[in-house]
Structure formats: C-alpha cells, structure tokens
C-alpha cells in the first residue's frame, strides 16, 4: 500500500471518506451498563473523533450530543441530568436528547437565540448490550437490524470493552487474521484430541497442529468469508479442518465458535489513533459465560486489567506484564489473556500503522482482501454515495462464522452450519 492509501483506510475524522463510509451504519457508542438508570451518570464518549456524550434522561430515553455546550464550550459529561434533560453547569443551559435548548437561564426571559442554534445530537437504539448511534445524514438513515452476534432478544450476548491506543484497521485486521492464533495464541488455544474448537474453563481446544493454514475467499456485498483450512491431527487423509470467519463491513469480525457459544468483535474508531475494541461471546443462555466470568477469561476485567475508563493498564512501557520466567516454563507469550497478546501486536505497530512497509504472505490472504475491499468501498462511496454491506448488500440472516470437520474435495462454501 502507498501511504495515501494508508491513509485513505485509516483515518475517520472530520470529513475523511472512511469515516463519512462507517456514518452511513449504525455504530455502538457505549455499552448499556455505562448508562443504567434513568438521570444516573452522562457518559462521555468519542466516536469518528466527534466528542460526545451519552445520557438516559428521566424518562429513561439515551441521548446522545455533543459534548460541549455551544455556549462557551465547557462539557455537558459533567452537566446535571434532570428532569428529562442535561444542564450545563456553567451558565444553566438546559439540552433534551434532540440537541434542543430547552432553557437558557442566564439570558433574559423572551431571549430567542436557542431558537437560532443547532447542537449535535443523534437517533440511538439499545440492543445487544450496547447503545447504537446513527451519526450520517438524517435523509440516508437505514432502519435499524439487529447485528448477526445478537439476532434476536432470546441470544445471550457477553461483552468485554478496551479502549485502545491504535487505529481501527490495524485491529480489525488482527481479528479477521486466523494465521496468526497457531503462535500468538498457541498457549491459549491449544492443539488437543477433540473432535472439534472445545471451551474449558482456562484454553479453547482445536483439533490441529498445522501453523500454516491455507486460506480461500468468498467475496460477499457485505465483506467477505475466508476459510484457514488446517490438517487435523485425527484421519487428515480424508477431512480438513476448516475455520470459516466472517468480515462484514466495515469493522466487525464473526469469529469461528468453541463448541459452547459463538464468538464476534466489533472494532469503532473513536478517533484517527484510538479504537474501542468489542470483544463478544453470544449464543445459547446455559452456555454462555456471563459478564465477570468472560471478562476474567479474557483479562479484561474493569479494575484488574482495565482502568475505569477501560484502557489497559497493561501496556508498552510495563511490557504487557510480560512474565519472561513462564515463557522460559513453556508458555509461548508470558501475557496473559489472549486479547492480550493481541493488543501487545495492535499496539506496538504503532498509534497508525504504515502498511507501505509490510511483507505480505500466503498467509495474509484475508488482510490483503480487507484493504483491497475497503479501498474499493470507500472510493465507490466518494463516487456513488453507496455505503458497503447497506441496503440489498446487507449482510443475510444465515450468514455465520464455523468451524468444522468437511470431507476432503468438498467445498466450504457450500457448507452450512447454524450458529450454536
């Protein structure tokens, strides 16, 4: 890649075209336990580097506005939430979830300015766990649907949040990478006689030692699905072992399942060099880990591994916490927690990664798609104002990532499995 196109893929604020592309979807903002209770806390956010903030008003209805009050530009993070509206606490000016002034008491009674003042504000949804935006024009909104990781309100959904110091691709490309989870993740998700991805309380098995999977593409309106088809260590004369993942853009990953529930990500830029990185277990309730459980997996827990803030405490200048002595016992990384020894690579390439100077391999089939295919978007958008995977493009209902055993000479695209 040249850096332009580096940093036509990157970069989302203000008015670049990858940013105005992600404006024309529905984005999650913050999860709902951020805003639990009608005028509890506001919640300041980032999102397309636009600063926010998040608030349930008393009536329980969540606003999302701009952060800093028109008038002298102090933040309303810090407002009262009262009667069905946020106060700044300057000067008083009072603002409904629509962006509306609904007063001004530090002006005189008959002062008609708020009628002449716009302030951001932005239609929300609440599903899956999270606060959903539609932050593009309101003329192109689409009707909001629900996600493929949370299809409907019988599916559990789990959510672990880190905000990250690096830009959005360099994330995505990390989870739609399956390459890389036979080294980076080899003490985690590790090689075992099983018959297929298994969940114990400590690793995630696979049925294959092969560390150099062979991937093929199936090209989609929504993204694309590849498949790293692996030997398996049992009867590899007659079946691959296949991990199908899903790319539906622009920023989430469907991750191949465990044998207990499903796994998904979703990667939103809040600005040009800081992600806010989703990293989701759904499926069945009885086999879905609940929210401190999977948070405790992960090494992603709020006050252990993540500031309150959720930005990891692990980081560069304390080497990730690296534990050289287990690496010397056996384990491959020395960090702990998978998502972990991911963030250790997102975040060492740099605040944005330059592409310009990568070697590229047969391994890195599904990296290359991703920047082909999101280039191509982004400039099909400049000319057509079409956003990728809106509209007919969108992704179908019975689309899934999977993994599994499929005869040898029988094509995986063919092949269809329900989530479990």
Not at 216 to 222: C, E, F, K, L, P
Not at 319 to 327: C, L, S
Not at 364 to 370: H, K, R
Request: with cysteine; aromatic share 8%; hydrophobic share 40%.
């Amino acid at each position: 890649m040249t850096p332009e196109e580096n940093d036509l893929l990157c970069r989302v604020a203000g008015d670049a075209p990858m940013g105005q592309l992600m404006r024309r979807h529905w984005t999650p903002v913050c999860l709902l336990e951020e805003v639990p209770e009608p005028d509890g806390t506001p919640v300041r956010t980032q999102v397309f580097g636009e600063e926010l903030v998040v608030f349930r008003n008393t009536s329980g209805q969540i606003g999302l506005i701009g952060e800093h009050c028109p008038h002298r530009g102090a933040s309303l993070a810090l407002g009262r939430n009262e009667e069905d509206g946020l106060r700044c606490l300057y000067h008083g000016w009072k603002f409904d979830i629509g962006g509306n002034i609904l007063e001004m008491v530090s002006e005189p009674a008959g002062n008609r300015m708020a009628a002449g003042i716009t302030h951001p504000a932005y239609p929300t949804q609440e599903w899956g766990g999270m606060v959903w935006a539609y932050m593009g024009p309101p003329e192109t909104m689409p009707e909001f649907h629900p996600p493929a990781w949370a299809p409907n309100d019988q599916v559990k959904v789990t959510i672990a949040k880190a905000v990250l110091p690096c830009n959005w691709a360099q994330v995505l490309e990390g989870a739609i990478d399956s390459a890389h989870s036979s080294s980076l993740h080899s003490s985690d998700m590790v090689p075992a006689e099983v018959s297929g991805a298994e969940a114990t309380e400590n690793n995630w098995l696979r049925p294959s030692t092969d560390k150099a999977p062979r991937m093929q593409i199936d090209r989609t309106g929504y993204g694309f699905r590849y498949a790293a088809i692996r030997k398996p260590i049992h009867n590899a004369d007659v079946n691959d072992y296949v991990r199908s993942t899903v790319f539906v853009a622009p920023s989430t990953a469907l991750i191949p399942p465990n044998n207990l529930y499903n796994v998904a990500n979703i990667n939103v830029p809040a600005n040009d060099t800081t992600t806010v990185f989703y990293f989701i277990a759904w499926g069945q309730p009885s086999q879905t880990p609940d929210t401190a459980a999977w948070r405790k997996f992960l090494g992603q827990t709020v006050g252990v591994d993540l500031d309150d803030d959720y930005r990891p405490l692990r980081n560069r200048d304390n080497h990730y916490w690296q534990d050289r002595q287990a690496m010397k016992a056996g384990n491959f990384t020395g960090i702990t927690g998978f998502p972990n020894q991911d963030i250790a690579m997102w975040t060492t390439m740099g605040p944005m990664a330059d592409r310009s100077h990568d070697h590229l391999g047969a391994s890195d089939i599904a990296v290359v798609e991703f920047r082909k295919q999101m280039l191509k978007a982004v400039q099909a958008f400049q000319d057509t104002g079409k956003a990728i995977g809106t509209g007919a493009d969108a992704i179908p209902a019975d689309v899934c990532s999977f993994q599994t055993m499929v005869p040898k000479g029988k094509d995986w695209r063919s092949f269809r499995v329900a989530p479990v």
